[in-house]
């Protein structure tokens, strides 16, 4: 069956950085379009960032682009979030899920919590 865990929360503080990630298993994950969305307290889901299949086209939020990369590594099954510049309004459940159509998702993973706090 098709699973999706995130990996790599915590606790961080303003400024800091942090590298999630996503195992994939129970598919194909090289043939999917991947997203990371997250949501942030009492707020509604909110989409983060897109990858295509091979990983040369990513796409961000405006509120993350250029604080955060999103990649994959299609041999390991495995996508990554990289996050820098980290900021107290980034504090949020992060998601991965695998995308079926624009901003349409299947699957989830069951979230990595990301607190940025001093």
């Known amino acids: 069956q098709v699973q999706l865990v995130e990996s790599g929360g915590g606790l961080v503080q303003p400024g800091g950085s942090l590298r999630l990630s996503c195992a994939a298993s129970g598919f194909t994950f090289s043939s999917y379009w991947m997203y990371w969305l997250r949501q942030a307290p009492g707020k509604g889901l909110e989409w983060v960032s897109t990858?295509?299949?091979?990983?040369?086209?990513?796409y961000h939020a405006d509120s993350v682009k250029g604080r955060f990369t999103i990649s994959r590594d299609n041999a390991k099954n495995t996508l990554y979030l990289q996050m820098n510049t980290l900021k107290s309004e980034d504090t949020a459940v992060y998601y991965c899920?695998?995308?079926?159509?624009?901003?349409?998702?299947?699957?989830w993973g069951q979230g990595t919590q990301v607190t940025v706090s001093s």
């Open positions: 899920a695998r995308a079926v159509r624009p901003l349409v998702a299947d699957y």
């Open positions: 990858i295509n299949t091979g990983g040369g086209t990513t």
